[in-house]
């Protein structure tokens, strides 16, 4: 039916770029298990036919174990990528020994920022980010360059795959009392796109197959358990007034820019 149709056939991973808390080797390998478990759980399968060495390691038999029938199903099965990337975070290794119960959340053996309070009783990683990378979302940390970082790290583990940026974002609180000329001056959100787009152009400049960019999001919009609380759109929606659509500063930021691309 696809070459009939002759569609293209891909799959979303959500990942972030992970960053060694030091420079040192346990650090370093803390970081790489960290990514093996978020990005390596679904592209290993898809380029190599079976999960990562680490997590099989760290896992063992609770871990499924893919057949030879199996394996050659899902290997190589997608035309491209869609990468959703917003965020970067610190990693730091943690020893066996911590007393952690096994959970995907504790098998990497490693302490991240933005996820340490599900199950770390001291969130020490957090001092390193500075106040003003961090957005209205505890886990979103402002760091363009881990962008470049992971597009980079596809393209020379994986086999530079074909790829989309299928989300690509950063939130405000949804201050109900704000004016809203205030609301549209969502300066931030403009340093965010033009930082990652700029780290997108280097990461394809250094050979990354990235063939389109999509912004997350459109519009402000019902965010998973935040609601209603949380904004990420290029254009405000008045959630009080019939839903109606403002574009924001970052609305026309964007278009200016896509116009000036297209014209070279």
Not at 42 to 56: A, Q, T, V, W
Not at 60 to 81: C, H, W, Y
Not at 100 to 107: E, G, I
Request: charge should be positive.
């Amino acid at each position: 039916m696809q070459a009939l149709q002759k569609g293209k056939i891909g799959i979303i991973v959500n990942s972030q770029w992970y960053v060694p808390f030091s420079p040192s080797k346990t650090n370093k390998d803390a970081a790489r298990r960290v990514l093996d478990f978020v990005l390596g759980w679904l592209m290993d399968p898809l380029i190599r036919g079976d999960y990562p060495l680490n997590m099989r390691e760290l896992v063992g038999n609770r871990l499924p174990k893919f057949t030879k029938e199996q394996s050659e199903m899902v290997k190589g099965a997608f035309d491209f990528i869609g990468l959703n990337y917003y965020s970067s975070s610190y990693a730091e290794n943690v020893l066996p020994s911590y007393g952690l119960k096994n959970s995907y959340n504790t098998d990497f053996h490693a302490r991240i920022t933005g996820d340490l309070q599900l199950c770390y009783p001291q969130n020490k990683l957090l001092v390193k980010v500075q106040n003003n990378d961090q957005a209205a979302s505890s886990w979103l940390h402002i760091y363009p360059q881990g962008l470049r970082e992971l597009l980079l790290y596809i393209k020379e583990n994986y086999g530079n795959p074909t790829i989309f940026i299928t989300e690509n974002g950063v939130d405000e609180v949804n201050n109900k009392t704000m004016p809203l000329k205030e609301a549209l001056n969502d300066n931030t959100r403009i340093e965010y796109y033009h930082k990652h787009l700029l780290a997108l152009r280097n990461a394809m400049r250094d050979g990354a197959n990235v063939k389109g960019y999509f912004a997350w999001s459109l519009l402000d919009n019902f965010e998973w358990a935040d609601g209603y609380t949380l904004r990420f759109g290029l254009n405000f929606v008045d959630y009080d007034d019939g839903m109606k659509r403002h574009p924001k500063n970052s609305a026309h930021w964007f278009k200016k820019f896509l116009r000036e691309m297209k014209q070279g």
